[in-house]
């Protein structure tokens, strides 16, 4: 038996987010009674017509711009032709040829180095409506609040050759679509989910072998699940010299198992065709021009500018991962421009806040720029680290000033050198013998000395710098 | 005053500014003739009698407004135009007790016009068809001849306006459904340019061929009913944003130096004897009158029946898959499940011509066959939209026949398809083309049915097609008013 | 082209229409076709559709609608006219609380 590899193609759909609808002005809100968000248009009335939400459009366009497709000038809305009870017209209103936006790609880790997957593309359409299946009456229920919903559909190449990399190719792009905002991403509410067909091939053949389809996935749990899944049985089959049928799968989330939907023979023919009720849809290139200068950087962009910043990588992939923190790392910079140090504290003390807060940096009241005081105090010599972090939750709760509150709990440091040699003479003069003793040679009394300084300071004096005045205090004294 | 339902649109609306009398007498006074006439031609499926006299009733309180071009002025829209609260057929069992629960942009345009609706006219069921015989709800009959078709499919309107229940009406042209039964009733029908009416709310058969227009008694009369309503929406994307004329006071035409374009794979076809003879008549009087006429050609006309029964079908096909009995309409009691209900309810819910449609526009879009039949007659009717624009490059309009022959009897080819759809080789290329064309008639042919002509123009030149087609109307004699005799 | 049985009986179902074999019996069931029928008439209808072939389209862009100068998409703003979602669910055949409903999918 040779060894068999999967090949992997992924069709992901994100929900797009606007406030209304994609061919009428009915609210997308999913947490509504059955059926109040609905009207003639998104109903399937006789007589109704769509009109295409502009907002809708700009976001796909967005998501081509930031993965690298060629946005279509023109591009056609077509009638996918079916039955089913969720689908008022009886047809989805998607994009055959062209759509939207063509080609692109995005990178992931793959085993050898990083791994570019080629997008085939995107286009738009609008969401089926919801059934419910009322066991006990025997009946399903349609709820058309979701019908006509603006959704993108980004197809890949079929280059993903494992779960753990379809699944990182999925938490990837996820997090670019949350982050542009071209998706609220909310995988429960089903505003994130993908289909992924499988086949698999002898290991360095080019020949593709037959593919089946699971349907509607949405968790990255799942996905992996369900790809491992159909890898064993897939391979059982060609093992056993069955081999595979080309088939529509459901992944049955309780078993941990694919089902079949729909055999090759039962396939649709959806019979598509340019949608007469809509014009052609256009994008200018002021659009796409506009859209690209408002992309913010990708990770990759990111990454290398904090390392020419001389941050470290495990702390700039957390900066870059963690949601807000990056902006949060800038906006403080711009206060106190020390980026190691001003790194390094966001990874030990206002991250971790953060994570068991479940907020992002900039949701926080500590601004960037108070976080910024505080790194400079530490900086100066003003507030002790042990103080800092000692002083940090409550810094972080309430937002207050780090001078402030650092000086009210008597915490700051004297670095103010006036103030030192003032206080190191103090002690000098009370402590005449242990003055004299050092002055012969017992340096291990300045020890001594130094303890009743931090003492008279009540611990807001730096110790080095304390033993540092006193040295200077005696021997200009000697 | 009495028979006030024998005045035309224009001197309707003149009368009630003048408050010569007022619009619930009017609207009675129609409503009057409506019963009359009904029993020998059923063009009517909904009277909405105590609507429209409350409506007149208000509109009398306020008083004569010279700003709303339709005034008092009762009309009737064909049963494709969804009006709130009310039933909305299209000629079809499957939407028997359906209600709109919204306006047609169309309707609602007339209401701000100060127009009463007093009926929704009969048509062939979803507009497929020529005689109206196609309707689930009994064929309307010719108010010419109550054994013969009004044609179709906007036989109810057609009928209604010849039979003067009310001044005016609406319905839809796909494939002449406006031209052909005007011309076989003998009153004025015009199809404007695609997108030059919104759509929004007629219940479609085919979208890009689709196109609502006004019947009427006289030429001048459509002008009005088309400036009420014309004009972009912005609930239709395919409404057009170009700018409307002013079709109530068009640039000046001179009949002598009017040139007409006769399409010769048109006029060659074979006529009946008394079409024949009518047509060569108006030929001549246009010709007395100082008309210029040349023969122009579009070859590819020959492929118009062919290409336009494969585009319309694809389109109904799809367009008529929401009647599902799902969320509203007729379904079937389910027996066995949800694939039992579909097939049911739309087995029994459409009729044989719609079934028929809808199997020949799946056929050519199914896998295999788009590129023979589909795609290929979307290329086909591009060179007859160039061959159209072309030809009006040598002439200001084109003028041809609506129909070769006369309003026939009942059953005449209720079971031969492929012949009715031949019939419509006149007026269906206009809509192929997307351009605006107008139904008048030229005569009485010695059967003493009407026969009609219709003048094409370029898109989005209303106002010119319909200056010249009130200067042609002029030429031709009065046809006078028929007298309605039920069916024995 | 002349239809086959099989090709027609694909289009019926793709359409949601029911046809029935003749020796079935339709007399009852004036609306339902039987395929013989059916077959008959849709190659003399498609036959004569085939002359379309002749034409000569060899570089023509198809022409799938006449619009001109259509609207642009509109603002993402929701309606201000009034909800009218209860008079939609009125004419439903079959309702349980505010859904439409239908014999189970599966």
Known sequence: MVEMEPVIGLEIHAQLKTKTKLFCSCLVDFGAQPNTHICEICSGQPGALPRMNAKALELAAKAGVALGCKVNNRSVFSRKNYFYPDLPNGFQTSQLDPPICQGGELSIAGPDGPKTIHLNRIHLEDDAGKCIHDEKRGRTLIDLNRAGVPLIEIVTEPELNSSTEAVEFLKKLHGLLVRLEVTMGRMEEGEFRCDVNISLKPKGSDKLGVRSEIKNLNSFRYVGQAIDFEIKRQTALYESGQGVLQQTLHFDTARGETKTLRSKEEAHDYRYFPQPDLPVVTVDEQLIRELQAGLPETPEQSLEKLAALGIRDEVAKLLIDRRGALEY?????????????????????????????????????????????????????????????????????????????????????????????????????????????????????????????????????????????????????? | MSELWRLGLGQAYQGLLAKDFTAEELVLDCLDRIKATEPAI??????????????????????????RPLWGVPLTVKDVFSLKGAPTTAGSKILENYLCSYEATVVQRLRQAGAVICAKTNCDEFAMGSSTEFSAYGPTSNPWNTQRVPGGSSGGAAASVAACQTPGGFGTDTGGSIRQPAALCGCVGLKPTYGRVSRYGIIAYGSSLDQAGPFARSVKDCARLLASVAGPDGLDSTASTIPVDDYLNPAELDVKQLTLGLPKELWSASFSPEVETVLQEAKTLLTKAGVNLKEV???????????????????????????????????????????????????????????????????????????????????????????????????????????????????????????????????????????????????????????????????????????????????????????????? | ???????????????????????????????????????????????????????????????????????????????????????????????????FSVPRVF
């Not at chain 1, 103010?416 to 012969?440: C, F, G, M, N």
């Not at chain 3, 389209?57 to 009218?84: A, C, F, I, W």
Request: charged share 20%; net charge negative; with cysteine.
């Open chain 1, 329 to 478: 790392f800038e906006q403080a910079l711009l206060n106190f421009n020390e980026p190691k140090r001003l790194s390094t504290l966001m990874t030990e003390l206002l991250l971790p806040a953060c994570q068991k807060d479940a907020i992002a940096p900039t949701e926080s009241l500590l601004t960037p720029k108070l976080f910024a005081q505080l790194a400079k105090l530490i900086e100066e010599g003003t507030l002790g680290r042990r103080a800092a972090y000692e002083l940090f939750p409550e810094l972080f709760q309430s937002g207050l000033d780090p001078k402030e509150l650092a000086q009210k709990k008597g915490v700051l440091q004297i670095s103010d050198s006036s103030a030192l040699e003032a206080l190191a003479a103090q002690i000098i003069a009370q402590h005449p013998k242990e003055a004299d003793k050092y002055r012969q040679g017992q340096d291990k009394i300045l020890g001594f000395l130094v303890g009743q300084l931090m003492r008279s300071s009540r611990g807001a004096a730096d110790p080095k710098r304390a033993g540092e005045a006193l040295e200077a205090a005696l021997k200009a004294q000697s």
């Open chain 2, 42 to 67: 059923n063009a009517c499926l909904t009277v909405l009698d105590e609507q429209a006299i409350q409506q007149a009733k208000e509109l009398d309180r306020l008083g004569p407004d010279p700003q």
């Open chain 2, 297 to 488: 050609s579009l070859p590819s006309l020959k492929y118009s029946v062919a290409s336009y029964y494969i585009l319309a079908s694809a389109e109904a096909s799809t367009n008529l898959a929401r009647y599902d009995g799902v969320r509203y309409g007729y379904r079937a009691p389910d027996r066995s499940g949800l694939a039992e209900l579909y097939l049911s309810s739309r087995s029994h819910g459409f009729g044989p011509e719609v079934q028929r449609r809808i199997l020949l526009g799946t056929f050519v879009l199914s896998s295999g066959y788009y590129d023979a039949y589909f795609r290929k007659a979307a290329q086909v009717r591009r060179l007859i939209q160039q061959q159209y624009d072309a030809a009006l490059e040598s002439c200001q309009f084109l003028l041809a026949p609506v129909s070769s022959i006369p309003a026939w009897p009942f059953g005449s080819f209720t079971n031969d398809p492929l012949t009715i759809y031949q019939l419509d080789m006149m007026t269906l290329p206009l809509n192929l083309a997307g351009a605006p064309g107008l139904s008048l008639p030229c005569g009485l042919g010695a059967d003493g049915l009407p026969v009609g002509i219709q003048i094409m123009g370029r898109a989005f030149d209303e106002s010119a097609l319909l200056k010249a087609g009130s200067l042609i109307e002029q030429v031709f004699p009065p046809i006078g008013t028929p007298e309605v005799k039920a069916k024995e």
């Open chain 3, 1 to 99: 082209m002349a239809l086959d049985e099989a090709t027609a009986k694909d289009i019926a179902r793709l359409a949601r229409l029911r046809i029935t074999n003749s020796e079935q019996g339709v007399a009852d069931d004036q609306e339902v076709k039987a395929l013989d029928t059916l077959v008959a008439e849709f190659s003399k209808i498609v036959g004569y559709m085939d002359i379309l072939a002749q034409a000569d389209t060899t570089g023509v862009e198809p022409l799938y609608s006449p619009m001109v100068e259509p609207l642009p998409p509109r603002e993402d703003q929701p309606r201000t006219t009034e909800n009218n979602s209860d008079s939609l669910l009125q004419n439903a055949p079959e309702r349980i609380g505010r859904y």
